[in-house]
Structures are given as structure tokens and as C-alpha cells.
């Protein structure tokens, strides 16, 4: 029997995940490619975590060192797959994720890395639908102040070799591992963002609200945006809980005041423009008329004087 080559590499840090880890892996059992292995890392879980990620017959391995990035390039390096693909574990994966990211590199051999975006499946209602507009609002302004579209850990490809060149994941950093590391991918080659290659993932990490959870990203965001440093304001973590009706409806509110405003100024605005554009409208046809009947008069001068001559002569 010929065993089949493995072409990419999942690869899910797991720390205190029995809640979901089971329907990630179950989402990648379901996967349309089949080229591939699991990797998960258990960074010193206490609860049931290794046991489910037996009984789905994957990698397990353990990294004693705490945090993500030491999980990641932990199980970077024992990736037999020459594209490593890397997911959290309460993310769950479409089915065409992989053969999708395997498609993308084939079609471009210049492309080193891939991902796209994501969104909420659990959390208030007004938390999945605020997240899922905010979120892209804040990428594109995320791509302005970093010249490029950043990938997401919980969905993102790196070809193996161009991981190693560049040195990994930065395991100085408690979050924003997978912002950093796509500012170092930017300089070395081609990287490429899809907003519409998407997978599911918890609203967990806005335990308190959408408010509060932005405010945890924030100073390390704000901090990079203008000073393109990831040194400071490493302090915060993402919290676990997920119940957090009113910090999210009052974001809700704020995100449809927020719409509102903007919606008013820039109709405001077009107005202006419109009304602007249309009295310069009038004002080339009102010349346009006023020099074509100078015209006609200059030509009824012209000839009411020809003939004149004619009839003095």
C-alpha cells in the first residue's frame, strides 16, 4: 500500500479547549482534500483537551511554555506538509478550506502566504451582527496603517520553507502573533487576503462585550498602527466567557449611531456635490447659449452689412 503524501500541515494550539475542540477537528474530518494531517498542541491543558484530540486519531503533541506562538511553532516543527495551514481550536472550517488554500498556492507559485477572514457563531445576536460589519471595517483600516492586509491565526497558510526563513511566530508576543508575522511575510514575497474565505470562530474573546473587548486590542493596535512596533502594551489577554448582553447591545447602539452619522454626512456631502455640480452644469450651458447667440448676432451683423455695401454699390 502506498501511503499518500501529506501537501499540508493544520496545525490548532489548544489550551483548556474541551468546548470546542471537537467540532474543529470534526469540521476538518469532513474536509473535501485529503492530503493533509492534524497537528494539535496542548499548551498545559487541565481539562479534557488531549483526550478529545485522541479519540478524533490525530497528532498530539505538548508544548510546555505558555502562550500561542510557542504552540504554533511547536507544531511547525515536527509539519510533515509543505504548507503549513494554522487554525484555533473553537474555529470551525468549511469544507473546501483546505483544497482551497492548496488551489491558491498552485495557481501561484510567487504566493507565500494566504488567508482571509472570519466570523462570529456564537455570542448575543447584536455581538455576531455588529462583529460581522465592524470587522471588516476595521481590516480595511487595519490594511491603511499597515500598507497591506494582515492574516488571522485562526486562518491562514504559510508555505513551510518561507516560515523557517523568516523565523516563525515572535514568542515575545502574548497576541498579535499573527499581525506581526504577516508584516515580516510582506517583505519577504507575496501574500494574499480574501474577505470572502471565511470560517466560524467563538465570540469568546469578547467575553465582556464587544466594547471591552476592543479596548483589550486596542493600546497593542494603536501602538503598532503608529510606531510599527509589537513591544509594548503586551499586557492584555483574551477573556473566555461569553455572556455579555449589555456591553454588546450598547455597542449594537453605538454601531448604528455610528452608521447613521456617517450615512447622514456623506448624503449631506452628495448632496453638496450635486447641487455643486449641477449649478456648474447650468452655468456651461447657460455659456454655452449666451455665446451661441452672440454668435448668431456677430453673423446677422456680418450680413446685414454685406448687404448694405451691396446696395450703397
Not at 511575510?185 to 471591552?212: E, H, Q, W
Request: contains cysteine; proline residues 2%.
Amino acid at each position: 500500500m502506498v501511503s499518500r503524501k501529506i501537501k499540508i500541515s493544520v496545525i490548532i494550539p489548544a489550551f483548556n479547549e474541551e468546548r470546542f475542540l471537537g467540532n474543529c477537528l470534526k469540521s476538518l474530518k469532513e474536509q473535501d482534500f485529503k492530503d493533509f494531517e492534524i497537528i494539535v498542541v496542548d499548551n498545559n491543558s487541565r481539562d479534557k483537551t488531549k483526550k478529545i484530540a485522541k479519540n478524533f486519531n490525530v497528532i498530539l503533541v505538548s508544548e510546555k511554555k505558555q502562550g500561542v506562538a510557542f504552540a504554533r511553532n511547536k507544531g511547525a516543527k515536527i509539519a510533515k506538509g509543505e504548507i503549513l495551514a494554522f487554525t484555533d481550536a473553537d474555529t470551525i472550517l468549511p469544507k473546501n478550506w483546505l483544497s482551497r488554500i492548496f488551489e491558491e498556492f498552485e495557481k501561484d507559485k510567487n504566493l507565500i502566504a494566504f488567508g482571509g477572514s472570519c466570523e462570529f457563531y456564537s455570542g448575543p445576536l447584536c455581538a455576531k451582527f455588529a462583529s460581522k460589519f465592524l470587522l471588516k471595517s476595521f481590516l480595511i483600516l487595519d490594511k491603511f496603517f499597515s500598507q497591506g492586509f494582515n492574516l488571522m491565526g485562526c486562518n491562514m497558510a504559510i508555505k513551510k520553507n518561507v516560515f523557517f526563513e523568516i523565523g516563525g511566530f515572535n514568542e515575545f508576543l502574548k497576541m498579535n502573533e499573527d499581525v506581526e508575522i504577516s508584516y515580516r511575510l510582506r517583505k519577504t514575497g507575496k501574500i494574499k487576503f480574501d474577505f470572502n474565505f471565511k470560517v466560524k470562530t467563538s465570540g469568546r474573546r469578547f467575553s465582556k462585550g464587544l466594547i471591552f473587548g476592543i479596548l483589550n486590542y486596542a493600546p497593542t493596535t494603536i501602538y503598532r498602527w503608529f510606531f510599527k512596533k509589537f513591544d509594548k502594551f503586551q499586557i492584555f489577554y483574551p477573556q473566555r466567557r461569553e455572556n455579555a448582553f449589555w456591553g454588546n447591545f450598547l455597542l449594537f447602539l453605538f454601531f448604528l449611531f455610528f452608521n447613521f452619522f456617517l450615512f447622514s454626512h456623506f448624503s449631506h456631502q452628495t448632496i453638496l456635490a450635486k447641487n455643486l455640480l449641477k449649478n456648474e452644469i447650468k452655468k456651461i450651458i447657460s455659456y454655452e447659449k449666451t455665446a451661441e447667440i452672440k454668435l448668431k448676432n456677430d453673423v446677422s451683423k456680418i450680413k446685414n452689412s454685406s448687404h448694405l455695401r451691396r446696395w450703397t454699390e
